[in-house]
């Protein structure tokens, strides 16, 4: 028997039309987040078929578990020897290494032709492990072990321990979208949310030095790098928001400070967003957080972009997006004390139902199309997630 890792696709292989691009960027996804190990990868239509050392298995089965669109993941046996013996011996030998009080064994044949059926296969494997393990029984309706066999035309599979996987689409099967990420709980869980559902992210980060530290862009940048394990890579683009902020705060009054900030984000972002071929603005808002996020706020923010606007975590909680940023490992970055631009120009009242005539009037005070341009001009471009720089940004947090 050699042991071989069993990918199923599973939500996927309902993509009737476009299936095979679907599996091909999911096995290219594979290669690219497998490229510094040795291995053999066959795949046909319901299954991928990896093949390593026994040294490099288990880490591939780590990494495995961070790409989107595998639906399964098992660490199984194959063998050629398609004898009942055979698969009765082979099949004792596996669960016999496992703890259990019931037991069931499920058969599938894809190879018609075998004489004995799986019904029968079933049977009589469970009869012979019956016989070879005391104090055991069969529980055909909640078993502790369900023991998978399945007689293929040329080799037998054996189902042995299963992982946990991630679902969703291939990241890059949706195309691409540009994620608002700034340094809160919120933005990080809408990123992998969206990318969960295939779609491949750049970030925007807005900062205004000398207002917001180094530390608070390396925070960003190290939640960049932990999203990028999800998305091969991330490029981020940091966007120098100091003058646009300072004249805001200098020309304009104050409860539409934060408005009309949050307009020229817009703005800039769907910019970058068209000159990177990304489809989609991606960002944290959630329904009722703050001023800026009523629905009449959103609406006056939103009306400047033609580009759809999602926010994966519009409805959730608060609690439902820390108990998602904790299971991604985001949160312990996401609340270090580091200011953002957003909290260092806090007006005492801000206006919770903005009209965008009084935008558009107060927009006038600037010259925001010079403003905007200059910010796209100075935009700073970092590439995190890759092999060489994959270091922690944390060590200058
Ligand atoms: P928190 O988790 O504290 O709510 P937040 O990042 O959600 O933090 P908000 O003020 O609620 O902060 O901002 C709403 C959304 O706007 C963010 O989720 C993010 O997508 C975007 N955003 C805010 N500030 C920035 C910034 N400096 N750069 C890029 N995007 C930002
Ligand atoms: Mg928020």
């Given at each position: 028997?050699?042991?071989?890792?069993?990918?199923?696709?599973?939500?996927?292989?309902?993509?009737?039309?476009?299936?095979?691009?679907?599996?091909?960027?999911?096995?290219?996804?594979?290669?690219?987040?497998?490229?510094?190990?040795?291995?053999?990868?066959?795949?046909?239509?319901?299954?991928?078929?990896?093949?390593?050392s026994d040294?490099?298995?288990?880490?591939i089965?780590?990494?495995?578990?961070?790409?989107?669109?595998?639906?399964?993941?098992?660490?199984?046996?194959?063998?050629?020897?398609?004898?009942?013996?055979?698969?009765?011996?082979?099949?004792?030998?596996?669960?016999?290494?496992?703890?259990?009080?019931?037991?069931?064994?499920?058969?599938?044949?894809?190879?018609?032709?075998?004489?004995?059926t799986?019904?029968?296969?079933?049977r009589?494997v469970?009869?012979?492990?019956?016989?070879?393990?005391?104090?055991?029984?069969?529980?055909?309706?909640?078993?502790e072990?369900?023991?998978?066999?399945?007689?293929?035309?040329?080799?037998?599979?054996?189902?042995?321990?299963?992982?946990?996987?991630?679902?969703?689409?291939?990241?890059?099967?949706?195309?691409?979208?540009?994620?608002?990420?700034?340094?809160?709980?919120?933005?990080?869980?809408?990123?992998?949310l969206?990318?969960?559902?295939?779609?491949k992210?750049?970030?925007?980060?807005?900062?205004?030095?000398?207002?917001?530290?180094?530390?608070?862009k390396?925070?960003?940048?190290?939640?960049?790098?932990?999203l990028?394990?999800?998305?091969?890579?991330?490029k981020?683009?940091?966007?120098?928001?100091?003058?646009?902020?300072?004249?805001?705060?200098?020309?304009?009054?104050?409860?539409?400070?934060?408005t009309?900030?949050?307009?020229?984000?817009?703005?800039?972002?769907?910019r970058?967003?068209?000159?990177?071929?990304?489809?989609?603005?991606?960002?944290?808002e959630?329904?009722g957080?703050?001023?800026?996020?009523?629905?009449?706020?959103?609406?006056?923010?939103?009306?400047?972009v033609?580009l759809?606007?999602?926010?994966?975590v519009?409805?959730?909680?608060?609690?439902?997006?820390?108990?998602?940023?904790?299971?991604?490992?985001?949160?312990?970055?996401?609340?270090?004390?580091?200011?953002?631009?957003?909290?260092?120009f806090?007006?005492?009242?801000?206006v919770?139902?903005?009209?965008?005539?009084?935008?558009e009037?107060?927009?006038?005070?600037?010259d925001?199309?010079?403003?905007?341009?200059e910010?796209?001009k100075?935009?700073?471009?970092?590439?995190?997630?890759?092999?060489?720089?994959?270091?922690?940004?944390?060590?200058?947090?």
């Amino acid at each position: 028997m050699q042991k071989v890792i069993i990918i199923k696709y599973g939500e996927l292989t309902t993509k009737k039309d476009n299936i095979s691009f679907f599996l091909n960027t999911l096995k290219n996804n594979i290669l690219k987040t497998l490229s510094k190990y040795e291995f053999d990868l066959k795949m046909d239509m319901g299954r991928m078929f990896i093949y390593a050392s026994d040294e490099v298995l288990p880490k591939i089965i780590q990494e495995l578990q961070y790409v989107f669109g595998i639906h399964e993941i098992i660490l199984g046996y194959i063998d050629n020897d398609l004898e009942i013996d055979a698969i009765k011996n082979n099949s004792l030998d596996l669960i016999s290494k496992k703890e259990f009080k019931t037991f069931k064994i499920e058969t599938k044949r894809s190879n018609k032709h075998y004489p004995i059926t799986s019904m029968e296969i079933s049977r009589m494997v469970g009869s012979h492990i019956l016989k070879n393990i005391a104090n055991i029984n069969v529980d055909v309706h909640n078993p502790e072990v369900l023991f998978e066999i399945e007689v293929r035309q040329n080799e037998v599979l054996y189902f042995d321990t299963k992982y946990p996987t991630l679902g969703g689409y291939p990241v890059g099967t949706l195309g691409k979208g540009l994620l608002m990420l700034s340094g809160g709980i919120d933005s990080p869980v809408a990123g992998y949310l969206a990318i969960k559902r295939g779609v491949k992210l750049e970030a925007i980060y807005f900062e205004s030095p000398p207002h917001t530290s180094i530390q608070a862009k390396n925070k960003v940048l190290e939640l960049a790098n932990i999203l990028a394990k999800y998305n091969a890579k991330m490029k981020v683009h940091v966007i120098n928001f100091t003058r646009i902020q300072e004249e805001i705060l200098k020309k304009l009054p104050n409860e539409y400070l934060i408005t009309i900030m949050r307009r020229m984000m817009y703005r800039i972002g769907e910019r970058i967003a068209y000159r990177n071929k990304c489809l989609i603005l991606v960002n944290g808002e959630s329904i009722g957080q703050v001023a800026s996020q009523t629905l009449t706020s959103m609406k006056a923010i939103n009306e400047v972009v033609n580009l759809p606007v999602i926010r994966p975590v519009a409805c959730f909680d608060k609690l439902e997006i820390i108990d998602i940023a904790k299971k991604i490992n985001t949160y312990e970055t996401s609340i270090l004390p580091f200011e953002d631009c957003c909290t260092i120009f806090v007006p005492t009242h801000p206006v919770i139902n903005p009209s965008r005539e009084k935008c558009e009037e107060y927009e006038k005070m600037l010259d925001y199309e010079a403003l905007i341009n200059e910010a796209i001009k100075n935009e700073e471009i970092i590439i995190v997630g890759e092999e060489e720089s994959n270091k922690k940004f944390d060590d200058i947090l």
